[in-house]
């Protein structure tokens, strides 16, 4: 299972050069050229449309029409994919809860898949983003600002270092906004790197830097 880099002896770096996604053949976005090392941030920023989801999953590698190169630690993910994948945490806009698990099964489902032994991570994890009590309560009776919470629990339970998180803040309260800026922060400070698209205005993560899509 991939470790943080916690006493910052040996850094990870992603760099993006020129990456772009077309729609037929014109592109979404202008390419972005982007390096992040160990304890870096950015908010990704644009208007509905602007392609934040999509330079998302782009960088993730999820996204075929791409242009570009996305490398993690100076080699190119596609032609090292397990070092990658196995650092990435990556929330997209489908929070990727079975509605038919509970909270607690939901977690222990993706904390198994990095062979993770610690299955106390899970109630603590939960415990620490303020729905500590449903934790066998199914996803489907779920709140949505409830469901954004387990999701987004696995920032504890699965702690990699690259955290890739598209609108994370969506259905929250001011409470759950202000652990999950918490979290980035404790995060930062520990080697992880950020990547981070919200609407709402974050002014709770230390240097965060903005990038604009145009
Ligand atoms: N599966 C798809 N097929 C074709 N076009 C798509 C697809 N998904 C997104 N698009 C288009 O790509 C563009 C960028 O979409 P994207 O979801 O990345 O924007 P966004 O900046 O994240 O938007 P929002 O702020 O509304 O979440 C939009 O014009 C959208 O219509």
């Known amino acids: 299972m ?6 910052h002896k040996s850094k990870n770096t ?3 050069s020129d990456l ?3 729609r037929g053949d014109i592109p979404i976005f202008d390419p972005v050229n982007l390096q992040l090392s160990s304890g870096d941030s950015i908010q990704i920023r644009g208007v509905n ?7 998302l999953r782009a960088i993730c590698g999820l996204c ?13 993910i596609f032609d090292h994919e397990s070092d990658f994948y196995e ?8 929070l990727g809860l079975k509605p038919k698990l509970t909270a607690e099964q939901n977690l222990n489902f993706y904390r198994n898949l990095r062979f993770s032994t610690d299955k106390s991570l899970v109630r603590q994890a939960l415990e620490q983003t303020g729905i500590g009590g449903y934790y066998d309560e199914f996803v489907a009776r779920m709140s949505a600002g409830q469901k954004r919470r387990v999701a987004l629990a696995r920032v504890i339970t699965e702690p990699v270092p690259l955290w ?5 803040m969506v ?17 930062l400070e520990r080697g992880g790197i950020l990547l981070v698209t919200s609407h709402q205005p974050i002014s709770g993560i230390n240097g965060l830097r903005e990038l604009q899509l145009t």
């Open 64 to 76: 075929n029409s791409h242009e570009g190169i996305v490398e993690w630690n100076e080699r190119s």
């Open 164 to 168: 890739i998180l598209d609108e994370p």
């Open 171 to 187: 259905a929250l309260d001011i409470h759950g906004q202000a652990w999950l800026e918490q979290v980035c922060n404790n995060h």
């Open 49 to 55: 449309g602007a392609g934040k989801t999509t330079l």
């Open 14 to 16: 992603i760099k993006i």
């Open 87 to 94: 650092n990435l945490l990556y929330l997209g806009h489908s």
């Open 20 to 22: 772009t996604v077309s």
């Open 2 to 7: 991939a470790v943080y880099n916690a006493d």
